[in-house]
DNA sequence: AAATTTATGTTGTATTACAGACTATATTCT
DNA sequence: AGAATATAGTCTGTAATACAACATAAATTT
């Protein structure tokens, strides 16, 4: 990196007032906020928040194998592999051969977990609703919106992207 | 975004095309990103997004004590104690007695310590910049007035939060 | 001055992610 | 077609990490 782009870039700092790191900090205040209100919404759900994003990612995305979902997720293969146990175990999941890869398996939701996956929605729609409390309508939607487009930006400028492409113009 | 969209979804759903639990995956998605860029700009530093951000809160917060750093940083005091000693063994911070009570140590930073922070500082905010790519200036300004009016809402929602509070005021 | 609380440090333990090896199937190359 | 390589998923062992429980010293309360 060029000096002079950095004497470029401290100049212009578009985040005024912020000292450098503190929109990490930001970022990690809220998602630390938000991980509490979330993992209590989701408390009936195995593996918690994160066995509510499998499922629901399953459901809405209907990711091709567990690869996609992974991604999708940022989980690694390996890590995937006994959470998808807890909720197979459970019965919300089952892990079927995929039609078109028969080394792959296709996760999809039982009627259980379809349920259970309903009953839990409304519940996170309500703890987002909680967290967001801070802001009015307009600034909530404002940043609903930005955010939805620097993760977009985020996520196209990953090396790891690929496998979920497809999944993510779905929508 | 159209503004007239905003209007529109204000009154139940603030996230208009969000299935719930989206803003977590989204927050997840722009934090990760930043982390990756965050943890290679500060590769030198020991403990790495972590240790940037302790010397960061050391030198430009001046906590009064450890627990109010961890407190601020969401950091176990258990661990803090790990962390701090390799920045102590790295000669970029010292523990020294608490002048008002003898039970607390101060962190304060050493002149090789701010010496690399300042290296780092600039890093990171060109970090922070990449990160932003994706928006423009004054999207980019409007979404860190945003993560901050928010996260300082769920910061005073936060059970754990006194022990900041006196820091979180000086800005 | 005894009891309680607070700040920090230490030790052991449980969780967790991940690297590496392995199987089965797909794909590519010659 | 057959060989070589790549990919999806699983399993095993290891290393990192957080945290609970305990310990110590000093402050505060009763």
Redesign the pocket.
């Known amino acids: 990196m060029a000096p002079s782009e950095l004497a470029a870039v401290t100049f212009e700092k578009p985040l005024p007032g912020f000292i450098p790191g503190d929109l990490a900090w930001h970022l990690g205040m809220i998602l630390r906020g938000h991980q509490t209100l979330f993992a209590d919404a989701v408390a009936e759900m195995p593996c918690s928040v994160?066995g509510y994003q499998m499922l629901s990612t399953v459901v809405h995305h209907d990711p091709a194998?567990?690869?996609?979902?992974?991604a999708h997720l940022g989980?690694?293969?390996?890590?995937?592999?006994?959470?998808?146990?807890d909720l197979v175990t459970a019965g919300l999941v089952e892990?079927i051969p995929?039609p078109?890869?028969?080394?792959?398996?296709?996760?999809v939701a039982t009627a259980q977990g379809l349920d259970l996956l309903k009953k839990m929605e409304a519940r996170v729609a309500a703890a987002e609703q909680t967290l967001l409390t801070g802001l009015d309508a307009r600034e909530s939607a404002q940043l609903a919106g930005l955010v939805s487009k620097l993760s977009m930006a985020v996520h196209g400028a990953q090396p790891g992207a690929n496998?979920c492409e497809a999944m993510d113009h779905l929508g």
Chains 1, 2 share one sequence.
């Not at 194998?65 to 992974?70: D, F, M, P, R």
């Not at 989980?75 to 146990?85: A, E, F, K, Q, S």
């Open positions: 994160r194998n567990q690869q996609a979902l992974g989980i690694d293969r390996t890590v995937l592999t006994y959470l998808l146990d892990r995929a078109t890869d028969r080394r792959a398996r296709k996760i496998p």
